[in-house]
């Protein structure tokens, strides 16, 4: 593979201003996730809520620490090229990619069932900000799912 193709393909891998990006994004969607799920909310009720916080508060500290990696390769210019540590990430990326969107899907059905009820299993405040944290969470998934695109794509281009 040419200089230009492997410059292509690291434009989102761990390392990468472009990866600085999604990562940020993802911390900062699953923050406000877990946020609107979480406070002043009586979540632990549902299931499906309390494995989206789950969930959403693992992608937190992954996310974060590679983000500093991301930052500290940039400042650097010395991008992170290990082929096992990449694939790791990768890895990483893609399980917390799914468990993101099982997550995210679970919350969005449970808030369509109790929706479906005409309010009464849930009053609009709560229910409100339930859409509001599996809307955020759908956002971190689509991060995290480009993420494992982009570091799966640079894996396979070493």
Same mark, same amino acid.
């Not at 230009?4 to 969607?29: C, E, N, P, T």
């Not at 009720?45 to 693992?58: D, E, K, N, R």
């Given at each position: 593979m040419e200089n230009g193709d492997r410059s292509a393909a690291g434009a989102g891998a761990v390392g990468s201003a472009g990866s600085l990006g999604l990562r940020v994004g993802q911390a900062v969607f699953s923050?406000?996730?877990?946020?609107?799920?979480s406070v002043g909310v009586e979540f632990f009720s549902y299931t499906a809520f309390c494995f989206l916080v =789950? *969930?959403?508060?693992?992608? *937190?500290?992954?996310?974060?620490t590679l983000a500093m990696i991301d930052v500290y390769s940039v400042?650097?210019?010395?991008?992170?090229?290990?082929?096992g540590v990449m694939a790791i990430v990768a890895v990483g990326d893609s399980v917390l990619s799914i468990l993101a969107f099982a997550a995210a899907c679970s919350s969005a059905a449970v808030i369509d069932l109790l929706l479906q009820f005409h309010g009464s299993q849930c009053s609009p405040r709560f229910c409100g900000r339930y859409q509001l944290s599996a809307m955020m969470a759908f956002l971190a998934w689509?991060? =995290?799912?480009?993420?494992?695109?982009f570091n799966f794509w640079f894996v396979a281009s070493l």
């Amino acid at each position: 593979m040419e200089n230009g193709d492997r410059s292509a393909a690291g434009a989102g891998a761990v390392g990468s201003a472009g990866s600085l990006g999604l990562r940020v994004g993802q911390a900062v969607f699953s923050s406000a996730s877990l946020l609107f799920m979480s406070v002043g909310v009586e979540f632990f009720s549902y299931t499906a809520f309390c494995f989206l916080v =789950t *969930i959403m508060g693992l992608v *937190i500290p992954w996310s974060c620490t590679l983000a500093m990696i991301d930052v500290y390769s940039v400042l650097v210019g010395c991008p992170l090229r290990v082929p096992g540590v990449m694939a790791i990430v990768a890895v990483g990326d893609s399980v917390l990619s799914i468990l993101a969107f099982a997550a995210a899907c679970s919350s969005a059905a449970v808030i369509d069932l109790l929706l479906q009820f005409h309010g009464s299993q849930c009053s609009p405040r709560f229910c409100g900000r339930y859409q509001l944290s599996a809307m955020m969470a759908f956002l971190a998934w689509f991060l =995290t799912a480009a993420s494992a695109l982009f570091n799966f794509w640079f894996v396979a281009s070493l």
